[in-house]
């Protein structure tokens, strides 16, 4: 029954775009500065799980590690449904630890004497900590592999209605084919709106211990919760970030996260950038003026 609420829920926040905004003047805001920028750009904002706010929401940008929340949901909805708890432990291989990527637990445990085992064993915690927390590839596709692979996350995407969210790929398949990194997709709506969801009605404790590690993400502190950090809002958030094109423009640098207010007020919020002509600092901190102009229109209502 609950299943069937969400995916009620769901259908409705994405069928939900088109419905009057308060916010008239943000949305004009944001319009003109995105429209400013040598980037593509893609902004989605739902605010109280009423009010909605987009520009060039509906258009699919490429996830990157963004797509590690959706991951991570997916397990959690598993562990759910077979009664786990997050202290479960998975075994890591040693072909799981890939040398070639970016990977802070690969390192930790290549350095430790724990390698020297064939198996070792790690709780799921940990893992999500890496995944979420430092966006480590490794774990992500340890965790992937664990569910049985993309398509899993594809099935539970579509059980609660997902439609503009797809995880088709792991981190491994990525990095021997860089255009695969174009599959695992989303829209800013899309993931604006599995935000909403996430942070409304998602509250058991496997959730909220999943809200606790992306609100002490590492990953990004220049991006959404930058102009924020002076505030009292508690900003959870997933970072994505992509290469270096051939002609030297980015290929993607993203954010999405959930903000909650002190007052009670909450927002959801997915940024996209795709093809940046700027470099990382500079197209971080497009990410970082969008996140403070969508707070101040919202904190001041």
């Known amino acids: 029954m609950r299943g069937y609420l969400l995916a009620i829920l769901a259908v409705f926040t994405f069928c939900a775009w088109a419905s009057p905004m308060r916010y ?30 987009e520009v060039n929401g509906d258009r699919e ?6 797509y590690k929340f959706p991951i991570a949901l997916a397990l959690a909805e598993h562990y759910r449904q077979n009664k786990l708890p997050f202290d479960f432990p998975i075994a890591i291989l040693p072909e799981d630890l890939h040398t070639d990527t970016y990977s802070p637990m690969t390192e930790k445990i290549l350095s430790s004497s724990r390698v020297q085992t064939d198996t070792l064993m ?7 900590s890496y995944m979420l927390q430092l966006s480590d590839n490794n774990a992500s596709d340890i965790v992937l592999q664990g569910l049985g692979g993309a398509q899993y996350v594809e099935d539970y995407l579509g059980r609660i209605g997902v439609v503009d969210v797809h995880v088709c790929n792991s981190e491994a398949e990525m990095h021997r084919a860089p255009s695969l990194c174009y599959a695992n997709s989303a829209t800013p709506e899309g993931m604006a709106s599995l935000m909403d969801i996430f942070g409304r009605e998602f509250n ?6 999943i809200k606790h590690l992306m609100s002490t993400c590492e990953t990004g502190a220049g991006r959404l919760p930058k102009p924020l950090a002076c505030t009292d809002a ?4 997933k970072t994505g970030t992509g290469f270096t094109l051939p002609d030297g423009r980015l290929m993607a640098v993203n954010d999405a ?17 795709e093809n940046s002509g700027y470099d990382m600092a500079q197209t971080e901190a497009i990410i970082a003026e969008i996140s403070g102009m969508v707070y101040g229109a919202v ?3």
């Open 204 to 209: 058991d404790s496997l959730s909220i211990e």
């Open 122 to 128: 790690m709780p799921t915690g940990e893992l999500l």
């Open 257 to 273: 996260g959930y903000v909650s207010l002190p007052d009670g007020r909450a927002y959801s919020i997915a940024v996209f950038i």
């Open 24 to 53: 008239g003047e943000l949305q004009q805001e944001l319009k003109e500065y995105v429209e400013s920028k040598d980037a593509t750009i893609g902004v989605a904002v739902v605010i109280d799980g009423v009010d909605r706010v």
């Open 234 to 237: 508690v900003v959870c958030h």
């Open 61 to 66: 940008f490429p996830m990157l590690s963004v």
């Open 299 to 301: 904190s001041s209502r």
